[in-house]
């Protein structure tokens, strides 16, 4: 079983900063991308930010300049920096990752962590 865990989500004011944190463990062999989408009440689930296991990085157009992706791959972790909040951040904030899971044969998956509410306001 492979579980991802999410942590650093709460309540800032606007303009502020939170750092969230992702932990992945479990029968991984190895992870490709990790990332951080989000969903705001009514509204659908988009992606922030993803990071490669090469460190390349793609982020949304409403969260560049202020949000940073970045991981660890020893600890099998990835971090989002977020700076300069705005109250329109306001969401729960899932972690995902595309990992292949131990075993033979390896199997590749895509999970999801349960999320972390983050609320900008004042």
């Known amino acids: 079983q492979v579980q991802l865990v999410e942590s650093g989500g709460g309540l800032v004011q606007p303009g502020g900063s939170l750092r969230l944190s992702c932990a992945a463990s479990g029968s991984i062999f190895s992870i490709t991308a990790m990332g951080w989408y989000r969903q705001a009440p009514g509204k659908q689930r988009e992606l922030v930010a993803t990071i490669t296991s090469g460190g390349s990085t793609n982020y949304a157009d409403s969260v560049k300049g202020r949000f940073t992706i970045s991981r660890d791959n020893a600890k099998n972790t990835v971090y989002l920096q977020m700076n300069s909040l705005k109250p329109e951040d306001t969401a729960v904030y899932y972690c995902?990752?595309?990992?292949?899971?131990?075993?033979?044969?390896?199997?590749?998956?895509?999970?999801w962590g349960k999320g972390t509410l983050v609320t900008v306001s004042s």
């Open positions: 995902n990752a595309g990992l292949l899971v131990s075993g033979i044969p390896l199997r590749f998956g895509e999970y």
